[in-house]
């Protein structure tokens, strides 16, 4: 079973950087054909699939997010991260990790196999 565990910091000022990390247990991040994804859901509105790295470390991203986005992995510790630039209180919302075996250009963001529990991120001066 797959298990994923998201962490970072809660709090991020407006214009700067923020970044989450998820940690992945119960299989590894390079097994083919997995995605790995983040998705988010802001106060009061449905979840928005963000980006995802894929099993053979290719990525790709939600265009409204207009490039402000980056999925890394870090395959010695079994981790893929996100950075979000230039956030604003829109970018308020608590962030998921989740992932999907079997991965195919999915960008449904309720289509995932398996969830991190979610982490609250409040972008705020």
């Known amino acids: 079973q797959v298990q994923l565990q998201e962490s970072g910091p809660g709090l991020v000022k407006p214009s700067q950087t923020l970044s989450l990390t998820c940690t992945v247990s119960g299989g590894s991040i390079t097994t083919r054909y997995y995605g790995w994804s983040w998705i988010r859901r802001a106060p009061g509105k449905g979840l928005e699939w963000m980006g995802v790295i894929r099993y053979d470390g290719n990525s790709y991203y939600n265009p409204s997010l207009k490039g402000r986005a980056s999925i890394r992995r870090d395959t010695s510790k079994n981790q893929f991260s996100l950075r979000l630039t230039s956030v604003t209180p829109e970018d308020t919302a608590v962030y998921y990790c989740?992932?999907?075996?079997?991965?195919?250009?999915?960008?449904?963001?309720?289509?995932?196999?398996?969830w991190g529990q979610g982490t609250q991120v409040t972008v705020s001066s």
């Open positions: 989740a992932s999907k075996a079997d991965y195919d250009d999915n960008r449904d963001p309720y289509d995932w196999d398996y």
